[in-house]
T-cell receptor, first 112, second 115 residues
Framework: AQSVTQPDIHITVSEGASLELRCNYS??????LFWYVQSPGQGLQLLLK??????LVQGIKGFEAEFKRSQSSFNLRKPSVHWSDAAEYFC??????????FGTGTRLQVFP | DTGVSQNPRHKITKRGQNVTFRCDPI?????LYWYRQTLGQGPEFLTY????????KSRLLSDRFSAERPKGSFSTLEIQRTEQGDSAMYLC?????????????FGNGTRLTVT
């Protein structure tokens, strides 16, 4: 079955530490790939997206993600986390229908 | 660009009542999407419009749910005979010409509580 998996429900890191959030997809073809962030009381905001080309994608707020076709993964990374990064992060995919399918999300907690 | 606007922000209703939510997309965005998000889950696709045409509906959208976008601008989502399982955040989003041409802009949602 087609799916988007975020294996980590909850991650806690110290401020200044590096971060990697995992995302795997299961589709017949390579979908379009996205990462969104949802802060409490805020709407979902697009961090970055991958359609084709360079497999390392830069996004807003210092985030980047790397597409690995062999692993069907699109992991989100940040070298140094800030307290304001605490939020819920969603990986999403879209096929040709332009319909976004979201993963279940990873809640990031940042300790000072 | 005033963003995607959703009203009301919160709605509490008794089981069996009908509710209607409104979404005003960003002007000139011809695609409008409805999603539902329950606690601890990612948003689930419900339906989307290109202009006034409803192009796809999820199997999650039972007969009690109906969405319209009569003039290709704002959209309404109606739930008839609400059930407690309908309690969720209902999100609206819009984009211009599809995901390849620009990001999907989300509203802050309407939180529905069915008692």
């Amino acid at each position: 079955a087609q799916s988007v998996t975020q294996p980590d429900i909850h991650i806690t890191v110290s401020e200044g530490a590096s971060l990697e959030l995992r995302c795997n997809y299961s589709y017949g073809a390579t979908p379009y790939l996205f990462w969104y962030v949802q802060s409490p009381g805020q709407g979902l905001q697009l961090l970055l997206k991958y359609f084709s080309g360079d497999t390392l994608v830069q996004g807003i707020k210092g985030f980047e993600a790397e597409f690995k076709r062999s692993q069907s993964s699109f992991n989100l990374r940040k070298p140094s986390v800030h307290w304001s990064d605490a939020a819920e992060y969603f990986c999403a995919v879209a096929l040709n229908t332009d319909k976004l399918i979201f993963g279940t999300g990873t809640r990031l907690q940042v300790f000072p | 660009d005033t963003g995607v606007s959703q009203n009301p922000r919160h709605k509490i209703t008794k089981r069996g009542q009908n509710v209607t939510f409104r979404c005003d997309p960003i002007s000139e965005h011809n695609r409008l999407y409805w999603y539902r998000q329950t606690l601890g889950q990612g948003p689930e696709f419900l339906t989307y419009f290109q202009n006034e045409a409803q192009l796809e509906k999820s199997r999650l959208l039972s007969d009690r749910f109906s969405a319209e976008r009569p003039k290709g601008s704002f959209s309404t989502l109606e739930i008839q005979r609400t059930e407690q399982g309908d309690s969720a955040m209902y999100l609206c989003a819009s984009t211009r010409e599809g995901l390849r041409n620009g990001p999907l802009h989300f509203g802050n949602g309407t939180r529905l509580t069915v008692t």
